[in-house]
């Protein structure tokens, strides 16, 4: 019976030194299967579907198909997208004619003041507008009662709090070009000057971007992973603030 005891003693030690083996060979297939992942996805690395030069395809250098782009789509629209087609305006903002002044016959070249219209095309073009900032001045006038000799005031809107500033339209543009956009502040303020013609500094960009967060109850922007901070605040030093920002100049934002 001491024998029979023993024996099955010897067998449960083996049991569990083979699931342990079992175990470490288990982690040890998990590491290999991973690492010939990685493997198979370098060899069919090339220029086309990488970031690799391509001088580094050598003699095995990928054929482009007509047509096509790395994954496997074709450029331009894909099947069933929607379309974006132009369609011709019924009520233009300008038109511009364009008539023959001379007849285009070789042998002729007569006056065509007082020729009859034969066809008529029409080609639109679609373009932005001059752009400039458009000046709304608000007098205030303070009228005396005839009666009494008060003066009345009235009130300024909520909006109008200086003698000159700028209006909710450009603080949009700048929160906008910021925020939804991830434009550094010196470009949001280079932006709304030379496309809209309104000349801001860095600083109103910063102060109006932090009015915006405040008023939403606090932003996180993409490309800082960070709360944006009100105008004036001390900024707090973050030990991960360098490597995140090498992540995000690796993916092509640069704040």
Partial sequence: MEQ????VTQLQAEVQRLRVVNEQLRAQNAVLRAENAVLRRRLGMNSSNSSMPPS???????????GAKAGGR???KQPGAPGSTLRLAEDPDRVVQHR???????????????????????RQVLELPDCRPVVVEHQLI???????AQ?????????VTGRVQYGTGVKAAAVYARAAQFLPFARVAGLLGDLLGVRVSTGFVHQVVGEAARRLGGV???DR???ARPAGAARRRDPGEGRRRLQVRARGLHP
């Fill in 4 to 7: 029979l005891v023993a024996v």
């Fill in 56 to 66: 580094s395809d050598g003699l095995a250098r990928p054929r482009p198909q007509p």
């Fill in 74 to 76: 074709r450029r331009g």
């Fill in 100 to 122: 023959p002044d001379r007849c285009a016959g070789p042998a002729c070249g007569a006056d065509l003041g007082d020729g009859r219209e034969y066809g008529r095309q029409q």
């Fill in 142 to 148: 303070a009228v005396q009662c005839a009666e009494c």
């Fill in 151 to 159: 003066v009345s005031e009235p009130v300024a809107p909520a909006v």
């Fill in 220 to 222: 996180r922007f993409p």
């Fill in 225 to 227: 992973g960070v709360a």
